[in-house]
């Protein structure tokens, strides 16, 4: 039995960050499709360990994420478990924008990111800009080329894709970005909403954490 626990509406361009609890699953959706979701988290109890792209690299040994992957902290502790991937292509390579990013490859001010996003979404715990750490990007498209370089290009997710992971520890925060990025392909150059769904899974025992 399912029971909705919260849903957050992110905005296009816009940030926002929520508890999710141990055991409970959280569904990461593309509402109008090919919009990338710059996914954090964080424990909110010990703020010395986070869901890292580097350890979650090293454990699964691929570049994408599939379902039964286990993302990992920093202290090699799986925090999520992939339940369902309607799309079936992540990237775990690429650093979230930031204004440094607009202004020097685009030469644009002031323009939204994902790094100011979370900033603002993380505002309610305390966190500074340095404390943010690397994404994994929901849905974004950057394939792997046979000289071992990586592409940008239009998510192939479409309206209503989802990606759903399993939390396997307590105290965890989670904050996406639906990312700005309107200056390449990586939102099709048209940026817009994520939905995010916190579930109670009640036929599913939560794993010690």
Not at 63 to 74: I, P
Not at 101 to 116: A, I, K, P
Not at 117 to 129: Q, V
């Amino acid at each position: 039995m399912m029971k909705l626990i919260e849903e957050v509406l992110v905005p296009a361009g816009h940030g926002r960050a929520f508890r999710v609890p141990r055991g409970a699953l959280l569904e990461i959706v593309d509402v109008e499709g090919q919009q990338v979701a710059d996914f954090i988290s964080i424990r909110e109890d010990n703020r010395t360990e986070w869901l890292s792209a580097t350890h979650t690299r090293s454990t699964t040994l691929r570049l994408n994420l599939g379902v039964g992957d286990r993302l990992q902290t920093n202290w090699r502790r799986d925090i999520y478990e992939v339940i369902q991937d309607d799309v079936g292509m992540h990237d775990l390579i690429t650093s979230m924008c930031d204004a440094r990013r607009y202004r020097l490859d685009y030469g644009v001010e002031d323009h939204r990111s994902c790094r100011s996003n979370f900033l603002e979404a993380l505002k309610p715990w305390g966190y500074e800009e340095w404390q943010i750490p690397d994404v994994i990007n929901i849905f974004q498209n950057a394939p792997i080329r046979a000289d071992r370089t990586f592409g940008n290009e239009i998510p192939t997710s479409k309206p209503g894709d989802k990606f759903v992971m399993r939390a396997l520890l307590d105290g965890l925060v989670a904050a996406i970005s639906a990312c700005p990025q309107d200056l390449n392909p990586c939102n099709g150059f048209h940026p817009s909403p994520i939905l995010a769904r916190i579930v109670q899974d009640h036929a599913s025992k939560p794993e010690e954490g």
